[in-house]
C-alpha cells in the first residue's frame, strides 16, 4: 500500500484496528468510537501524547516487544454502547475508568491541544480535575 500511494502520489483511507499498520503507513490518524470522532493528530501525536481515554485503551492493547519481558494486554472493560440508542454524553462514558458524571450526561466539545491535535474529552476542560496525560502513549521501546 504504501509503494502504490507514493506511485500514485494519492492518499489512502485505512479503517483498522490494528495499530501497527497504522503507525507504519498513517500520517495522520482518526480514532473513533461509538461513530464519534474522539481525536484526532499525526501519528506522533496519537502514538506518544493521546488525550481520549479510549486512544489510551487502543494504545494499552498493543502487544509490547522487549527483550526477554511479557506483559499482559490490558483489555477495555465492558461493552461498546447501543448505537441504535446512542447514549447522551460521550460514548466511552460507560467504560471510562476516568468518567465524570457529566461525561454520560453531556457529548464533549472538542479541545484543540496541538497543531492540528483535538480531542473529544471532558478532561480537558479547563474546569476538569487536574490530570497527568504523560506516560499515556506508547513507550519510546515498543
Do not use: Q
Not at 106 to 131: F, I, T
Amino acid at each position: 500500500m504504501k509503494d502504490l500511494k507514493e506511485k500514485l502520489n494519492t492518499s489512502i483511507i485505512l479503517i483498522t484496528h490494528d495499530l501497527g499498520v497504522v503507525a507504519d503507513l498513517c500520517s495522520r490518524i482518526i480514532v473513533m468510537y461509538g461513530g464519534v470522532i474522539v481525536e484526532e493528530g499525526t501519528t506522533d501525536d496519537i502514538f506518544y501524547s493521546p488525550r481520549h481515554p479510549y486512544t489510551w485503551g487502543l494504545l494499552n492493547s498493543i502487544p509490547k516487544v522487549s527483550l526477554g519481558t511479557r506483559e499482559k494486554l490490558i483489555p477495555i472493560e465492558g461493552s461498546p454502547p447501543d448505537l441504535l440508542k446512542p447514549p447522551a454524553g460521550c460514548p466511552f462514558a460507560a467504560r471510562c475508568d476516568y468518567a465524570m458524571r457529566i461525561c454520560a450526561e453531556k457529548m464533549p466539545e472538542y479541545y484543540e491541544v496541538g497543531d492540528g491535535h483535538r480531542s473529544m474529552c471532558w478532561l480537558l476542560h479547563p474546569d476538569a480535575p487536574e490530570m497527568d496525560f504523560t506516560g499515556k502513549g506508547v513507550r519510546a521501546n515498543a
